[in-house]
């Protein structure tokens, strides 16, 4: 086995995935806390559903997507494992600092420092599972990396909606950041950086991009990647408070709905999609790109069946199914990413594809369905939340038509 820096053998890769694995647990459960309490949050604060959009979008998106590019680049020169170590105790620190927020522009700062968090743990975890699997494996375990996104999301609501109905809202930020600071010191002990090439000279940021940049298959697997994420950023935010306003859930109601559905159907769909693709990638590369546009064709149709339903069970069973087809794109789009740029561009080359994908999705998702419930109030009532998650739906079909022009484009640009 390889040496680390430290003298010590090696930790063995699935070791590795598995504390990665938790790290994006943590990553998503704190982006989730604000989405089960957003109700007891307006409630307290006196703010509205677009402002909320902001605070569980914008605000956190801003420089979680812009960060992203310069840590990912420290990350590939000084050590991808420490960056993310740092990263972790920063964004668990913020976290728990929500819970002592007065107001709104208080929490939007709280929420910026997640964000500046967070930039830090993606694309080098993305750049390490890349390292340490050979290509045949590669996007399968970054499905098992990215199970953290259902994971956390339901893990989030579960457990901020028990805390915070046993105590208030506030406590849920501050125990559930408290536990991401404990996690950082096993993460720190078992996953140390292989040594970093000794290279003449690292290539800076600008031809990174300049290199991603002039290949129409970033743009195409980018664009489909963000109007996926801005819907599923979206419904992630505001279907717990949907649960409550629209089907006559309980907080502690709405956090079971949700941590059930990603348990049982985010699971399945984020496997799903790296195995699919490994298995049609080793005969056409192009199968990276035509697995997540099939997934997201479907999404349109079967969400909007769903939101039709006026019953929380049928709800819940009808949601089966698109909610694990969200979470296909993952496994198989951040494989073809580290395809696209030589290994030590990697993390840099990763943080790149967030920018876009974070900036659009995660930035206006929230946003756009509050903003909409807001303008919708008057005709539609407490229904209008309803119909604004049905509107977004819609981005779904341009994911799918992105995907599916980045499908040829991918076999000509993928470097081994």
Same mark, same amino acid.
């Given at each position: 086995?390889?040496?680390?820096?430290?003298?010590?053998?090696? =930790?063995?890769?699935?070791?590795? $995935?598995?504390?990665?694995?938790? @790290?994006?647990?943590? +990553?998503?459960?704190?982006?989730?806390?604000? #989405?089960?309490?957003?109700?007891? @949050?307006?409630?307290?604060?006196?703010?509205?559903?677009?402002?909320?959009?902001?605070?569980?979008?914008?605000?956190?998106?801003? *420089?979680?997507?812009?960060?992203?590019?310069?840590? /990912? *680049?420290?990350?590939?020169?000084?050590?991808?494992?420490?960056?993310?170590?740092?990263?972790?105790?920063?964004?668990?620190?913020?976290?728990?600092? %929500?819970?002592?927020?007065?107001?709104?522009?208080?929490?939007? !700062?709280?929420?910026?420092?997640?964000?500046?968090?967070?930039?830090?743990?993606?694309?080098?975890?993305?750049?390490?599972?890349?390292?340490?699997?050979?290509?045949? &494996?590669?996007?399968?375990? $970054?499905?098992?990396?990215?199970?953290?996104?259902?994971?956390?999301?339901?893990?989030?609501?579960?457990?901020?909606?028990?805390? #915070?109905?046993?105590? +208030?809202?506030?406590?849920?930020?501050?125990?559930?950041?408290? #536990?991401? *600071? $404990?996690?950082?010191?096993?993460?720190?002990?078992?996953?140390?950086?292989?040594?970093?090439?000794?290279? =003449?000279?690292?290539?800076? @940021? /600008?031809?990174?991009?300049?290199?991603?940049?002039?290949?129409?298959?970033?743009?195409?697997?980018?664009?489909?990647?963000?109007?996926?994420?801005?819907?599923?950023?979206?419904?992630?935010?505001?279907?717990?408070?949907?649960?409550?306003?629209?089907?006559?859930?309980?907080?502690?109601?709405?956090?079971?709905?949700?941590?059930?559905?990603?348990?049982?159907?985010?699971?399945?769909?984020?496997?799903?999609? /790296?195995?699919?693709?490994?298995?049609?990638?080793?005969?056409?590369?192009?199968?990276?790109?035509?697995?997540?546009?099939?997934?997201?064709? *479907?999404?349109?149709?079967?969400?909007? !069946?769903?939101?039709?339903?006026?019953?929380?069970?049928?709800?819940?069973?009808?949601?089966?199914?698109?909610?694990?087809?969200?979470?296909?794109?993952?496994?198989?789009?951040?494989?073809?990413? &580290?395809?696209?740029?030589?290994? &030590?561009?990697?993390? =840099?080359?990763?943080? %790149?594809?967030?920018?876009?994908?974070?900036?659009?999705?995660?930035?206006?998702?929230?946003?756009?369905?509050?903003?909409?419930?807001?303008?919708?109030?008057? =005709?539609?009532?407490?229904?209008?939340?309803?119909? /604004?998650?049905?509107?977004?739906?819609?981005?779904? $079909?341009?994911?799918?038509?992105?995907?599916?022009?980045?499908?040829?484009? !991918?076999?000509?640009?993928?470097?081994?």
């Amino acid at each position: 086995m390889a040496e680390a820096p430290t003298g010590k053998s090696e =930790t063995s890769p699935n070791v590795v $995935l598995a504390m990665l694995l938790l @790290v994006y647990t943590f +990553n998503f459960l704190d982006r989730q806390i604000l #989405a089960i309490v957003a109700q007891p @949050v307006k409630a307290e604060l006196g703010i509205s559903d677009t402002a909320m959009g902001l605070l569980g979008g914008l605000a956190f998106a801003l *420089l979680y997507a812009t960060m992203a590019i310069p840590i /990912g *680049l420290i990350a590939d020169r000084k050590g991808r494992a420490k960056v993310i170590t740092i990263s972790l105790a920063a964004w668990s620190f913020f976290t728990a600092l %929500c819970g002592l927020a007065s107001g709104f522009w208080q929490l939007a !700062l709280c929420r910026l420092g997640v964000g500046i968090g967070e930039a830090g743990g993606v694309a080098p975890s993305y750049a390490i599972v890349a390292e340490r699997f050979p290509p045949e &494996q590669r996007a399968r375990a $970054l499905s098992v990396y990215s199970l953290g996104a259902p994971l956390g999301v339901g893990a989030g609501a579960l457990f901020g909606a028990m805390i #915070a109905s046993a105590v +208030n809202w506030r406590a849920a930020f501050i125990v559930l950041g408290l #536990a991401g *600071l $404990l996690a950082a010191y096993p993460f720190a002990r078992l996953v140390r950086d292989r040594p970093i090439p000794q290279l =003449t000279e690292h290539p800076p @940021v /600008g031809a990174v991009f300049k290199r991603l940049a002039g290949q129409p298959a970033f743009w195409f697997l980018s664009f489909g990647a963000s109007m996926g994420s801005l819907c599923a950023y979206g419904l992630a935010f505001w279907v717990p408070t949907l649960l409550q306003r629209s089907y006559g859930l309980s907080l502690i109601g709405a956090g079971q709905f949700v941590g059930a559905l990603q348990v049982l159907a985010g699971v399945a769909g984020m496997l799903a999609g /790296g195995v699919l693709a490994d298995r049609i990638g080793k005969g056409d590369r192009a199968g990276y790109a035509r697995v997540p546009a099939i997934a997201y064709l *479907l999404c349109f149709p079967s969400l909007l !069946l769903a939101f039709m339903m006026r019953d929380a069970t049928m709800l819940f069973v009808l949601l089966l199914l698109p909610s694990g087809l969200i979470y296909v794109w993952l496994g198989p789009v951040t494989t073809a990413i &580290q395809h696209l740029v030589p290994a &030590q561009e990697r993390a =840099t080359a990763s943080a %790149c594809f967030l920018l876009v994908n974070n900036g659009l999705g995660l930035g206006l998702g929230s946003l756009v369905i509050g903003k909409a419930s807001d303008l919708l109030a008057p =005709t539609y009532g407490a229904d209008s939340l309803r119909y /604004g998650c049905m509107i977004a739906t819609g981005t779904y $079909l341009l994911a799918g038509a992105s995907m599916l022009l980045a499908a040829p484009r !991918l076999r000509k640009a993928w470097i081994a």
